[in-house]
T-cell receptor
Framework: DQQVKQNSPSLSVQEGRISILNCDYTNSMFDYFLWYKKYPAEGPTFLISISSIKDKNEDGRFTVFLNKSAKHLSLHIVPSQPGDSAVYFCAAGGSYNTDKLIFGTGTRLQVFP | DADVTQTPRNRITKTGKRIMLECSQTKGHDRMYWYRQDPGLGLQLIYYSFDVKDINKGEISDGYSVSRQAQAKFSLSLESAIPNQTALYFC?????????????FGPGTRLLVL
């Protein structure tokens, strides 16, 4: 039973437009959520996070929105750049699980000129 | 220098062979993890360690073992490699901060079992 789901395996967006990556979860016990970015031949790198007590967190071009009632979070990238092309993983953690992270399956974002 | 390093970066081995993947970190974190990534399956936790004397199984520990030689070193062994262990393996470290854990990953080891 997958607790963190990314239902879109891929997304293609034109440079300068908004990229929206989605993530759904099933467990209301999660305390926080993170987004990681992964380039080929590299490990995932931390991008942005949000606490379950907030509904929005912004860092430059990246904003994460959390809708707890829908158990849904999204990552917005505005404006999208070719260097944003990567695989994005959402992850969830909480003290109930000794803070071990549970990862989604990833969404491959391609930003084209 | 990278904070989390993994050796080797690529490895080809044969069915039945024993192999070891190594991870070292300079971040000073107590917590270390081993994951595998398969296409379409995301990152699955194999083993984790919250300090040198603490070792715990993750979701998919069968066929694997680990050793935490020091705070900075966490090794993953495949006792008798099989083809379905062909995958990308990642080591990660973390330390609680501000009410959450952020994990920092190594560059990965690509393993092919023939």
């Amino acid at each position: 039973d997958q607790q963190v789901k990314q239902n879109s395996p891929s997304l293609s967006v034109q440079e300068g437009r908004i990229s929206i990556l989605n993530c759904d979860y099933t467990n209301s016990m999660f305390d926080y959520f993170l987004w990681y970015k992964k380039y080929p031949a590299e490990g995932p790198t931390f991008l942005i996070s949000i606490s379950s007590i907030k509904d929005k967190n912004e860092d430059g071009r990246f904003t994460v929105f959390l809708n707890k009632s829908a158990k849904h979070l999204s990552l917005h990238i505005v404006p999208s750049q070719p260097g944003d092309s990567a695989v994005y993983f959402c992850a969830a953690g909480g003290s109930y699980n000794t803070d071990k992270l549970i990862f989604g399956t990833g969404t491959r974002l391609q930003v084209f000129p | 220098d990278a904070d989390v390093t993994q050796t080797p970066r690529n490895r080809i081995t044969k069915t039945g062979k024993r192999i070891m993947l190594e991870c070292s970190q300079t971040k000073g974190h107590d917590r270390m993890y081993w994951y595998r990534q398969d296409p379409g399956l995301g990152l699955q936790l194999i083993y984790y360690s919250f300090d040198v004397k603490d070792i715990n199984k993750g979701e998919i520990s069968d066929g694997y073992s680990v050793s935490r030689q020091a705070q900075a070193k966490f090794s993953l062994s495949l006792e008798s490699a099989i083809p379905n262990q062909t995958a990308l393996y990642f080591c990660a470290t973390s330390e609680p901060s501000g009410g959450q854990e952020t994990q920092y990953f190594g560059p990965g080891t690509r393993l092919l079992v023939l």
